[in-house]
């Protein structure tokens, strides 16, 4: 079992830039693979990024790549989403999920473990 706890959303213009956090308890932390989906208003949640159990594997969505960065801290249980070059598309409540097969791809084991989702909103 794995709970998380995502922090870090909030309002920002256009351009700018912000980093969500994930924490997470449980022994398995450092066996999970880890990703951020997001869902905007209206619209299906989909996958934003992954990481795989080791920090060795990253994925990225097409619309994300190049302005987003994931990296993961076993030893602090935590994950992060750093987004760079923040657009208005990019507007979505952000959840932060647990993939027990520990590979983090976009068609990996999601759906059991999420976060309760932070909000990002981005001006224009």
């Known amino acids: 079992q794995v709970q998380l706890v995502e922090s870090g959303g909030g309002l920002v213009q256009a351009g700018g830039s912000l980093r969500l956090s994930c924490a997470a308890s449980?022994?398995?932390?450092?066996?999970?693979?880890m990703g951020w989906f997001r869902q905007a208003p209206g619209k299906e949640r989909e996958f934003v990024a992954g990481?795989?159990?080791?920090?060795?594997?990253?994925y990225y969505a097409d619309s994300v790549k190049g302005r987003f960065t994931f990296s993961r801290d076993n030893a602090k249980n935590t994950i992060y989403l750093q987004m760079n070059v923040l657009k208005p598309g990019d507007t979505a409540v952000y959840y932060c999920?647990?993939?027990?097969?520990?590979?983090?791809?976009?068609?990996?084991?999601?759906?059991?473990?999420w976060g309760q989702g932070t909000q990002v909103t981005v001006s224009s």
């Open positions: 449980g022994r398995t932390f450092s066996s999970y693979g």
């Open positions: 990481i795989s159990w080791s920090g060795s594997n990253t």
């Open positions: 999920a647990a993939d027990p097969l520990g590979g983090g791809s976009s068609g990996s084991g999601w759906g059991d473990y």
